[in-house]
T-cell receptor, first 110, second 117 residues
Framework: DAKTTQPTSMDCAEGRAANLPCNHS???????VYWYRQIHSQGPQYIIH???NNETNEMASLIITEDRKSSTLILPHATLRDTAVYYC???????????FGGGTRVLVKP | GAVVSQHPSWVICKSGTSVKIECRSL??????MFWYRQFPKQSLMLMAT?????????EQGVEKDKFLINHASLTLSTLTVTSAHPEDSSFYIC?????????????FGQGTRLTVV
């Protein structure tokens, strides 16, 4: 699976959009970009995933660059409950094994 | 979405005893489950892959005789920490993938916090 690089931490204001970057320059053609988040002392929660097209669901939007070397997770209106560690993962679905990197610790402030 | 349930949520045990953690898929069958361990302020570390009906596959550096994994049915995998020591205190999390190739999602249990005293 591709190694991903994310900022260690970031703060964002409640009610504003939170843009979380991820670099995955070694991603292969059949690897999807997955985003999970982990709220303190809980199991990770799936957010969104994509291959090359931008994706949107009720939680977030995922913007993947055309060369697929990086992506951005967008939380459109951050709330205090979005405070969590966000993980960007390159995932070969056929292998079914998720390997977590360091993630980004996001703190949403009032 | 699919639900994965872990039990217990937390456990305290004495050094030298064994502890069993259960991971159940409640509304789907899981031929494969994964076990992770997470120390404070660190990321999740994959320990092993649990396979229904066959032996588990352990990641490098994980002692298979210490962390016994049994996947006896399509909805249950267990992790037994044998002869637990304080350094085994950690947050243990299981997950199960759902879906087909190209559209897979991993669902996670709520985790089990093990404290060895």
């Amino acid at each position: 699976d591709a190694k991903t690089t994310q900022p260690t931490s970031m703060d964002c204001a409640e009610g504003r959009a939170a843009n979380l970057p991820c670099n995955h320059s070694t991603i292969s053609g059949n690897e999807y970009v997955y985003w999970y988040r982990q709220i303190h002392s809980q199991g990770p929660q799936y957010i969104i995933h994509g291959l090359k097209n931008n994706e949107t669901n009720e939680m977030a939007s995922l913007i993947i660059t055309e060369d697929r070397k990086s992506s951005t997770l967008i939380l459109p209106h951050a709330t205090l409950r979005d405070t969590a560690v966000y993980y960007c993962i390159g995932y070969k679905a056929a292998g079914n094994k998720l390997t977590f990197g360091g993630g980004t610790r996001v703190l949403v402030k009032p | 979405g699919a639900v994965v349930s872990q039990h217990p949520s937390w456990v305290i045990c004495k050094s030298g005893t064994s502890v069993k953690i259960e991971c159940r898929s409640l509304d789907f069958q899981a031929t494969t489950m994964f076990w992770y361990r997470q120390f404070p302020k660190q990321s999740l570390m994959l320990m092993a892959t649990s396979n229904e009906g066959s032996k588990a596959t352990y990641e490098q550096g994980v002692e298979k005789d210490k962390f016994l994994i049994n996947h006896a049915s399509l909805t249950l995998s267990t992790l037994t920490v044998t002869s637990a020591h304080p350094e085994d205190s950690s947050f243990y999390i299981c997950s199960a993938p759902v879906g087909t190739a190209g559209n897979t999602e991993a669902f996670f249990g709520q985790g089990t916090r093990l404290t060895v005293v």
